[in-house]
């Protein structure tokens, strides 16, 4: 809703307000690097913290307590010069309406982070040319997060940002790091195919479903707990249809949706009747067969 309000705010008073939208809680790793010199590794991470939390990533006025909940983890692997290379953890969270809890969005990790660092360089980013690999890293996800916190409040309002995510990848075609190419990947899982599947319409229903989970069903739940799950229960038939028709394996942001949510689909679905239970775990097993140990314990949950 919030989201919703943002874009009939700015729509309707005929100009635009900038804030940062962003509290990305920013950690760098480097446990397997040798040598206690590491200074430069904290200057890093205050130039991370800056870039995604001090900027402007939209047009969209945002009060503090309305910026979205992030963390990205960069785990440093190997140094030389001034070159780094090692994995990224991503994870962002959205506020269940009238709770505390907090639900998770997306739990993702890039496996090809490399890119070049000076100590106190500065880092610029251009939305029309690819300046710095990890410019275009950490603006590519700073898009997806948008785009995935505006889609659980409005149906597909976060097409926007995606498109931006989309065009950061396009510009990177000709870099010599790995990530933003279609070839790169046998199992279509990177950089490239993530945005190329969000805004693909055959894959559609995998938007469809994140507003239905997060905005019909999760955000009743306090006030009205069967409803709430009776509605996040429909909501599976959009992923269910989508996985009989199909049946790809390389629908990679179908399965990181899922494996966003699967530990919460058991919490919710546990205290259930078992007749809910039964047909939410036939479901569950069926599109997602990789958590299908998690998804039993659904049946022994206690009502």
Request: glycine fraction near 4%; aromatic fraction near 12%.
């Amino acid at each position: 809703m919030k989201r919703l309000l943002l874009l009939a705010f700015t729509i309707i008073a005929g100009y635009t307000l900038q804030a940062q939208e962003l509290r990305c809680n920013i950690q760098i790793t480097t446990q397997n690097l040798p040598g206690s010199n590491k200074q430069i590794f904290q200057t890093l991470q205050n130039s991370i913290n800056e870039f995604m939390n001090g900027r402007a990533w939209t047009n969209y006025k945002f009060s503090n307590n309305e910026r979205i909940e992030c963390s990205l983890m960069l785990n440093i692997q190997s140094y030389s010069g001034d070159q780094c290379k090692g994995t990224m953890t991503l994870q962002v969270r959205r506020p269940v309406f009238n709770s505390s809890f907090n639900t998770v969005l997306l739990n993702y990790i890039d496996n090809d982070i490399d890119f070049t660092y000076l100590e106190y360089e500065s880092l610029d980013f251009s939305e029309t040319a690819h300046l710095s690999n990890l410019t275009s890293v950490l603006a590519y996800y700073a898009y997806i997060i948008l785009g995935l916190d505006f889609d659980s409040f409005g149906l597909k309002t976060g097409t926007e940002f995606f498109q931006k995510a989309e065009k950061i990848v396009n510009n990177a075609q000709n870099a010599k790091e790995r990530g933003w190419r279609a070839g790169e990947s046998t199992s279509r899982r990177n950089r490239y195919w993530l945005v190329h599947n969000i805004l693909d319409e055959e894959y559609a229903p995998v938007r469809e479903f994140i507003y239905n989970y997060h905005r019909l069903g999760l955000d009743l739940m306090y006030d009205k707990p069967v409803e709430g799950r009776m509605a996040i229960a429909e909501s599976f038939v959009l992923l269910q249809d989508l996985h009989k028709s199909r049946p790809d394996p390389f629908m990679h942001f179908f399965q990181v949706v899922l494996d966003a949510k699967s530990d919460e689909f058991v919490n919710i679905f546990k205290e259930s009747l078992d007749d809910e239970k039964r047909r939410v775990t036939a479901v569950l097993n069926q599109i997602d067969p990789t958590h299908a140990d998690k998804y039993r314990t659904i049946l022994s949950g206690s009502k």
